[in-house]
């Protein structure tokens, strides 16, 4: 018996929080013929979008109580209003999540009082009038499950009117699609450019610098030749240092753009490189990759991933391990490489202080990873709670 009562108490407040979004979508209904008169008279277009962006507030409370009673989620799929005015009035008229939500609105405004007020008369024909626990003992039976039955009714009623069409869900995940990629296009590009302008200040800074100081250093050493042998020798001396110093600022800038080490060793072999000069103690597995150069793929049974992919993976693990180096305050940390039918995943851990920040003003490191992994339509996790560990987990899309 208790049982019965609860769950009919659920339905009623269920019922009866209807009624107050059925009062508020009344409401609804007045602003939206407000909004309608004021954008025929083009002074208040600017509030239809901000309207419309409220009906969809009250839609998507709805869509959360019914999956919270029905135990099933309600889609949702809404074309994204931005941009300049006319083209927010344009999406907010023309959107038929718009369209689907006035239908909802109009209609839970009549079904979701007529709903509470059914319930309302359910509960007064349990109640006679010698008594009000016998009336519930008594009748029971046949009134407490039509409380729960109107509750059922007004969830599948909300539920048939507020889940789009297959075609506007399609509609609005590519428009989703698209926005994503235009992020994602925005983010690469600002990437490609801050890469351009660290291989120009690299090259002009470091290399080009040297071969200048080279160049004048052999033109010193052709005129003392005859006259000062002893001079010419030390000036071709320090010539040569002056050549290995940019031959290795050259291999630095070669580095940033394609590790060599990529071509040469693999993404595990590369990785494992990178581990042994961190500076901390660093321990690498691997998990359905190749463990060395592409020539063993067939003794060791694992595949390489695109090169692409390879020198995303390469610079993340590289920007990880070089902030838990210089940040975190940790000796230990951890790199795992592995293989999924969905791509490449890349997880670096480390046991430092944490309070690592994923947005903007987490550094140009952390951005530049977002960046770069974005462009491959890949995915980066962060978790870095005060106090540690810090986690980067990186998820990079391939077809194997």
């Known amino acids: 018996m ?5 769950e009919a108490a659920r339905a009623w407040l269920h019922l009866a929080r209807g009624a107050a979004l059925a009062v508020l979508c009344q409401l609804m209904a007045a602003v939206a013929l407000f909004t309608a008169f004021l954008t025929l008279t083009v002074i208040g277009a600017g509030v239809l979008p901000e309207s419309v962006l409220l009906l969809r507030v009250l839609a998507g409370h ?9 135990g099933t989620p309600v889609p949702e799929a809404y074309l994204p209003i931005e941009g300049p005015l006319p083209a927010r009035v344009r999406t907010a008229v023309t959107d038929p999540g718009t369209h689907r939500d006035l239908i909802w609105a109009a209609s839970h ?5 007529a709903l509470w007020c059914a319930s309302l008369v ?23 499950p039509l409380i729960v039955r109107l509750a059922d009714l007004e969830t599948d009623w909300s539920r048939t009117l507020l ?11 590519l428009a989703a699609r698209v926005e994503q990629l235009t992020a994602t296009r925005a983010g690469a590009v600002a990437a490609h450019g801050a890469e351009l302008r660290r291989i120009e200040r690299d ?58 080490i990529l071509t040469d060793r693999g993404l595990t072999g590369a990785v494992r490189a990178l581990a042994a000069s961190s500076g901390l103690e660093v321990e690498v597995s691997v998990d359905g990759l190749e463990d060395g150069a592409e020539t063993r793929a067939s003794r060791t049974g694992g595949v390489r991933a695109p090169a692409a992919l390879e020198a995303a993976a390469y610079f993340v693990v590289a920007e990880a391990l070089t902030n838990a180096a210089k940040h975190s305050g940790a000796a ?22 944490g309070g690592a920040e994923a947005g903007e003003r987490g550094g140009s490191g952390l951005t530049g990873m977002r960046r770069r992994v974005a462009a491959l339509d890949g ?22």
């Open 203 to 260: 090259l002009h800074d470091g290399t080009q610098a040297r071969l200048v100081a080279l160049s004048m250093r052999i033109g010193l050493a052709r005129r003392a030749y005859d006259s000062d042998p002893a001079t010419a020798r030390r000036l071709l001396d320090d010539a040569q240092e002056q050549a290995e110093e940019a031959l290795a600022e050259l291999r630095h800038v070669v580095r940033g753009i394609h590790p060599p």
């Open 332 to 353: 230990h940390a951890s790199v795992a490489l592995a293989r999924d039918p969905a791509g490449l995943r890349v997880l670096v851990r480390d046991e430092g202080r």
């Open 163 to 173: 889940t789009p069409a297959p075609s506007a869900a399609r509609d609005a995940a």
């Open 2 to 6: 208790r049982q019965a009562i609860k």
């Open 122 to 144: 359910v509960w007064v024909c349990a109640l006679p009038v010698d008594g009000v626990w016998a009336g519930l003992v008594g009748r029971r039976p046949l009134v407490l």
């Open 379 to 400: 995915t980066v996790r962060l978790t870095s709670p005060v106090g540690g560990p810090t986690v980067i987990e990186v998820e990079l899309p391939c077809v194997w």
């Open 62 to 70: 709805e869509r959360r109580r019914t999956a919270s009673r029905s």
């Open 109 to 113: 405004a009549l079904y979701g009082i």
